[in-house]
């Protein structure tokens, strides 16, 4: 007897049943919806036994289970390399269509075009779809159809064709899903993890806090950003009903998010950008190899302490104020002279909100080798950044609690001559700027 045919939905960086791009076309299209979730191994190898970000998608997807079982379906999930996960589901499975939503990041785009010539073979299309963005790809360029580089143009034009049905939410009421049970779960420890206490953020929108968000951001001491990027990151939240919330709550709040939406597109057109600089004539600085001071860097013990406080609340939390993120960052860059690309992939193993589009956006931006208009001269104080954010010290006594006492360092390099030292080795290997 013929089997049922069924079209797939591949869940990826959008774990959540509603205003799903992807899921709502799959639903729509006619044929039972099997929702599908693959723990891929080359993932998950290099990860320590405890891992928040696994842990909680994990719990996301336990949830999402738990949705579909109350509808009279199941979570499909496999704990595998993504080809032979493949080669499985479609043996056991008569499969019409595959749906997914797109991903930009050079990895995933790599991932994708393989298994879509995987499947092509069988016969079986695959889709994908916008979802974790308002604009993708070429929806936004320049009236000679190249790539924005610059934020300013590109948020002009954005919010010049930014209209209300960039808002709409993606129907996914349709319960079309194929009565499945008993599908396999895999626990934590099956597949070579932990479990144990974290603290996750809330993924539900604060009004006040983002009505607020121009006049506290900067406040490292304070609840003054909305803490949502780790939903964002992984779908657990829509970013269309996010974004036309800022847009009538507060303009700053609103054009992070565009920020957002302009890393991603940069990186799509310029992936080189993901590991090599956007400006390839900084490849050529000559970093510095002191195992020591990125040492020290790391685990918050530079002397400087909005650097040691910000480098402890991330290795103890997960996430690290904005802020502060920027002056961690020119600080390795341009007081250490350590490669942005080690500090990036710091942060890529700390961080819960972890984006490789804004991540090495941002990184890129401190060490003045990306797409910014201010490069190499750009050298955050430290200290003056202290004195004008965290004046009364409540954000460094909180992460820095031996501060002022014989226990912390002393300063690992002097401000002045490291500032002349950037600016020296910056200008020897750039020609122009």
Not at 103 to 119: F, G, W
Not at 190 to 207: A, K, L, Q, V, W
Not at 317 to 345: P, Q, Y
Not at 398 to 422: C, F, L, T
Request: aromatic letters at 14%; proline letters at 4%; charged letters at 30%.
């Amino acid at each position: 007897m013929a089997q049922e045919e069924v079209n797939i939905f591949w869940m990826r960086r959008d774990l959540r049943l509603h205003d799903n791009h992807g899921l709502q076309k799959a639903l729509a299209a006619g044929k039972p919806v099997v929702v599908l979730f693959i723990f891929d191994k080359d993932i998950l190898e290099p990860l320590p036994s405890r891992d928040a970000r696994l842990q909680f998608i994990w719990q996301e997807l336990q949830a999402i289970k738990g949705q579909l079982q109350k509808l009279g379906s199941d979570l499909l999930v496999y704990h595998d390399q993504v080809e032979e996960a493949w080669a499985k589901i479609t043996e056991n499975y008569a499969i019409h269509t595959v749906f997914s939503n797109r991903d930009y990041e050079p990895h995933a785009r790599k991932r994708d075009q393989h298994i879509y010539q995987v499947l092509a073979e069988k016969g079986i299309p695959f889709k994908g779809y916008k979802d974790q963005v308002i604009f993708e790809k070429s929806e936004i360029v320049k009236d000679d159809a190249k790539p924005y580089v610059v934020y300013t143009p590109y948020m002009k034009k954005y919010k010049s064709i930014l209209s209300t049905k960039d808002f709409q939410a993606h129907d996914c009421s349709a319960e079309n899903y194929k009565k499945l049970s008993g599908l396999k779960w895999y626990s934590l420890e099956e597949m070579g993890f932990e479990s144990f206490p974290f603290s996750y953020p809330d993924r539900n929108f604060n009004e006040e806090i983002i009505r607020n968000y121009d006049q506290t951001r900067d406040i490292p001491s304070i609840r003054g950003t909305s803490r949502l990027s780790l939903h964002l990151r992984f779908g657990t939240i829509s970013i269309r009903r996010l974004a036309e919330s800022a847009r009538a709550w507060n303009a700053k709040y609103f054009n992070e998010l565009i920020w957002r939406d302009f890393y991603q597109q940069v990186l799509y057109h310029f992936p080189h950008s993901f590991d090599h600089s956007f400006r390839r004539d900084y490849d050529l600085i000559e970093w510095e190899q002191n195992e020591d001071h990125f040492k020290a860097w790391c685990s918050g013990k530079t002397g400087y302490p909005m650097v040691d406080a910000g480098m402890r609340e991330l290795n103890q939390t997960g996430f690290m104020h904005n802020r502060v993120r920027m002056v961690v960052a020119s600080f390795l860059c341009k007081h250490l002279l350590i490669d942005w690309r080690r500090g990036e992939a710091y942060f890529a193993e700390k961080l819960l909100d972890y984006d490789a589009a804004s991540n090495v956006g941002g990184w890129q931006w401190a060490a003045g080798s990306g797409v910014d208009a201010a490069p190499y001269f750009r050298v955050f104080n430290p200290e003056l950044q202290l004195k004008k954010f965290d004046p009364e010290l409540k954000y460094i006594k909180k992460w820095v609690p031996e501060y002022g006492s014989m226990q912390y360092p002393k300063p690992i390099v002097n401000h002045k001559d490291a500032r002349e030292r950037a600016l020296a080795r910056y200008k020897s290997v750039l020609k122009k700027d």
